[in-house]
């Protein structure tokens, strides 16, 4: 086990190394690959604009949702979907808008509402969040790229300096590795995570729907939602063989009929925490026998948010060419992100207080994505 001090003052080393900052465009295209894989990245957002990793027949297909159009993830503050940013400070919904920590209560960006009462106010992903940032770029290499963004004090209305770094890594045959790290002025709460939307199809037409992935996650257990949808400290058990139930693989499709995006929906938006960590092993597989192309995830967060895409407005997000004509439609894609417990900062002493940090307690995160062919 590399030190953490270890890989943090290695990474200053490198920001360092570069003596002015790249010139870059927000909007300009950089693309780093390797063997069968290859990911674009915009610095607006640190966002993946495009993922291509081949199929069964050696076809390389664009696997992740987002737009042709680089301006149009330039988008107001409300807008969603975020295809494949950066989230950052913290990810998910923060209930009321509103957290104390030591004492004091910090009111937040106010970019959204509770799914049942549209009087009560939440931080969705930081508020004004990190996938609105122009990152700059502290170096690039053929099969890499490193993204830095500071944060000051009171952005969005969270406390102290974040000065943030995310490296994308790729290597053959097929993996991506996305490594995350900060340090802090003062105690603060922080939960970066990446935003990712994918179709293992690419939307190819012979097979356009998500249901007939299979998904495998190594979890038997999911956080509680009160009647808001505000994420609880409660963790549910997920019965053998229950539909939530993914511990051994099956088709999306065979566990979709549930209520567990908000209210009176159909699918996922929820957080199944993993069985404990052990390095290297997949806790998260999804795979389509339509394009053959399966992912296996590993990370070293407690959890993974699965979303089924059920708020894809019908004409709200018009599509890649590569994936046909029109907009992306509701429960067409899958969506993970590797993080900690959903709005963990308002259960402080009720959940491990692993997302709150300070300049003695760095922040480190690990995740890979490996792809295969079936
Ligand atoms: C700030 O947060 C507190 C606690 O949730 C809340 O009572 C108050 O209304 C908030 N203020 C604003 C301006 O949103
Ligand atoms: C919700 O946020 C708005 C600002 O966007 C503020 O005016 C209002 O007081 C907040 N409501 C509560 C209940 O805090
Ligand atoms: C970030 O880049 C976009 C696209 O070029 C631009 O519209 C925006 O003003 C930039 N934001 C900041 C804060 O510089
Ligand atoms: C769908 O996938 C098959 C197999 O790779 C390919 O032959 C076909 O061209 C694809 N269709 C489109 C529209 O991309
Ligand atoms: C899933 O695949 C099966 C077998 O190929 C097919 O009959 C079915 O229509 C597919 N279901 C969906 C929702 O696409
Ligand atoms: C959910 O559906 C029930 C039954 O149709 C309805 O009474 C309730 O108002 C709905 N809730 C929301 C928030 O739409």
Redesign the pocket.
Known sequence: MVRLSTIISSFAALAFAVAAPTPYDPLGEYSIEAGNIKATFLPYGATLKNLYVKDRWGQARDIALGYDDPTLYVAPTTHTPRFNTQIGRYADRLA??SFTLDGVTYNTT?NGHSKVDP???VTFHGGIGFDYRNFSIVSQAQDSIVFHYFSPDGEAGFPGDVDFYVSHHVEAPATWSVKMWATFSQRTPFMPTTHLYLQLNAFNESEPSVLNHTLYIKSDQYQGVDANFFSTDQIITIPKGALQDFSTPKLLGDGFNVDMCGVNCTGYDALFVYEPYRKNEAVLSTWSDASGIRLDVTTDRIGTALYTCGELTPDSAPKKAAHGSGYYEPNSCIFFEQQSYVDAIHWQGELPDDTIFSPSKPFYSESTYTFSTL
């Open positions: 009321y808008a106010v009087n009560i106010n």
